[in-house]
């Protein structure tokens, strides 16, 4: 999440979503943000672009040949 909100380019926005994912209560912060930013599908393409990329290199890391579906 914090990659994410710091790729954000509005700088007072990139503050908040950085400030909504500390402490306590981050999720749900974040997500409020994401609403009220209307970057809720920008963050979802976003987060499936890191999942993809992290099991991709464990795949790599381990020796196991990667595939969509």
Do not use: P
Request: charged letters at 40%; aromatic letters at 14%.
């Amino acid at each position: 999440m914090e990659r994410f909100c710091l790729s954000v380019d509005d700088e007072d926005m990139r503050d908040d979503l950085c400030d909504a994912i500390r402490g306590r209560g981050a999720f749900r912060r974040f997500k409020d943000r994401m609403q009220l930013y209307g970057i809720a599908e920008d963050w979802y393409r976003y987060r499936d672009a890191a999942l993809r990329e992290m099991a991709m290199a464990w795949c790599e890391a381990h020796g196991i040949s990667f595939t969509e579906t």
